[in-house]
């Protein structure tokens, strides 16, 4: 039997699905998931069904049931945001609500797979939805002399489209459409007004004996500006290595381009004119601040962006990620700022289950409830949906350090910083890298790092606290002493009293060692 939905045809006999012309490569689960959604499209499928369907019956993590229906959702050009063809029914279970025609007749439905609009104009299908933004990756041009290297650049454009498509707040093109560009001399603005992108990114490969050099270039197609352009020069020991190397660090440094270039289109908007888009990407550029006023502002504009979508999944989980930092870094009373978060983490992943900020806000609020193996799940199926976001690798360092778990929090810092090094929230890694030394009594290169985080940031509040605690274990006591001044100054509520209350410490040991280390230092 063949499915004819949007500009899909899934052919439940021969276990296939095309999109357009392309297709789709499914795991057999997620294919397995699609077929019986669309075959039950008539009610709503309880978890218990798909238990029972696809899994035989044995027990399944909410975790693994989330990322086949991720899979499913992205494998036919849907998202758990706009939920078009399979939606979440709270509480409830999932159902397909596409418009659906079946034939018998292979055929019969191969002569019109596609929507008459999208024939009409075949670039439709790959347009972005006009409240989202989309970008386009360019194949990149091997530079070499040898052709031979055409794998290595064309590698690296499809990994980064790859990547690329787990920011689910960007709209990506595939590579089928992106790639009908390679060879050819191109200008910016046809390839944005064909694809129907904003943006485009760019680059070339140049290999030369064991070393290889990648440039990488993201342009703005309605200003023709450069946004971002960098440089990477690696030894070639290992291609794939190399080549998710590579890949990992552009897309953790076009990420916050891309967020500030859609906010610096949103201030030039009047705003009666916003909509929730637009306030959370003005949100996110205060929120990057790291500053309590920001993290105000930033909270009232995701409020905003709330009351015009109650279900924007990004909106409540960003929020709640700014309200748990709020409480750690003491701006905020926790017995009101926690229980809102919590709400609010918990809306996000009831809109949107899907969204990797909706788990990360989850995964804070749990962290200072004192629920440390629900944190860990909650960061580690952050990193799941979407690999590249440094600020959960660096906040899952920090659930680790608190769990004791010190050498595993120090390289997932490590890595947060490698993914993104001129990340604006790098003085928190290096906070968190300190804290983890701490805990694992080294104290002189906490207060190494402690100075690192403090230099990048002056009024980093946990950077002065890890500075006091590990001079004062390392018997600094006249630059333990100054450090505590400045702490005071930056949290003047802090005392060994709210440290006790409001920093989960998974084992007391370590509660007991940073208590005493402000003891010394001569914090009341």
Not at 283 to 290: E, G, N, R, T
Not at 313 to 328: E, H, K, N
Not at 353 to 377: K, M
């Amino acid at each position: 039997m063949q499915f004819v939905f949007s500009d899909c045809v899934l052919d439940s006999d021969r276990r296939e699905l095309y999109r357009g012309p392309e297709s789709i490569a499914v795991e057999p689960q997620v294919l397995d998931l699609l077929i019986y959604l669309v075959e039950n499209r008539d009610r709503v499928v309880s978890k218990d069904d798909l238990i029972a369907r696809i899994w035989g019956g044995r027990i399944v993590s909410d975790t693994t049931l989330t990322s086949r229906t991720y899979a499913a959702r992205k494998a036919i050009g849907d998202t758990g945001q706009d939920q078009r063809l399979i939606r979440t029914v709270a509480r409830k279970g999932l159902r397909f609500v596409g418009d659906v025609r079946a034939a018998a007749d292979s055929a019969m439905a191969a002569a019109a797979p596609l929507p008459a609009e999208a024939l009409e104009d075949p670039w439709r299908a790959t347009m972005a939805p006009p409240d989202r933004p989309a970008i386009a990756v360019l194949p990149f041009v091997n530079m070499s002399d040898e052709s031979d290297q055409e794998y290595f650049s064309d590698g690296i454009s499809e990994d980064i489209i790859t990547a690329l498509s787990k920011l689910r707040w960007f709209f990506v093109i595939a590579r089928n459409s992106s790639f009908t560009y390679k060879g050819r001399p191109v200008l910016i603005k046809k390839v944005g007004d064909e694809l129907g992108v904003r943006y485009v990114l760019e680059g070339s490969v140049r290999k030369a004996g064991d070393r290889v050099r990648i440039t990488a270039q993201l342009n703005d197609v309605d200003t023709g500006s450069h946004l971002w352009a960098e440089k990477y020069d690696r030894a070639l020991v290992d291609v794939f290595a190399v080549q998710d190397e590579i890949t990992e660090a552009i897309v953790a440094s076009i990420e916050p381009q891309l967020y500030a270039a859609e906010n610096f289109r949103g201030k030039h908007k009047p705003p009666g004119n916003m909509d929730a888009w637009d306030l959370v990407m003005r949100a996110l550029s205060h929120f990057w601040q790291v500053t309590r006023h920001d993290n105000l502002l930033a909270q009232g504009l995701l409020e905003q962006a709330i009351a015009l979508d109650p279900r924007y999944g990004q909106a409540l989980g960003l929020l709640a990620a700014s309200q748990t930092y709020c409480v750690y870094a003491g701006w905020a009373d926790a017995a009101i700022a926690i229980p809102s978060a919590e709400r609010a983490a918990s809306a996000a992943i009831e809109a949107d289950g899907e969204d990797p900020w909706a788990h990360y806000g989850l995964g804070c609020v749990h962290l200072l409830r004192q629920r440390f193996d629900d944190a860990l799940a909650a960061f580690e199926l952050t990193l799941q949906l979407n690999p590249n976001f440094s600020l959960a690798q660096g906040v899952y360092g920090f659930a680790l350090a608190m769990c004791g778990r010190w050498q595993e929090a120090d390289a997932a810092t490590c890595r947060a910083l490698r993914l993104s090094p001129r990340d604006p929230f790098a003085a928190i890694y290096y906070g968190v890298a300190a804290f983890a030394q701490f805990i694992g009594s080294g104290y002189g290169e906490a207060m190494r790092l402690a100075r690192t985080a403090i230099r990048l940031r002056s009024d980093h509040v946990p950077g002065h606290r890890i500075l006091t605690a590990a001079a004062a274990m390392a018997g600094e006591a006249d630059l333990a002493r100054d450090a505590l001044q400045q702490l005071k100054c930056l949290q003047p509520n802090v005392s060994r009293a709210w440290i006790a209350a409001n920093m989960p410490f998974k084992h007391d040991a370590d509660r007991e060692r940073y208590l005493e280390a402000f003891r010394r230092a001569g914090l009341a």
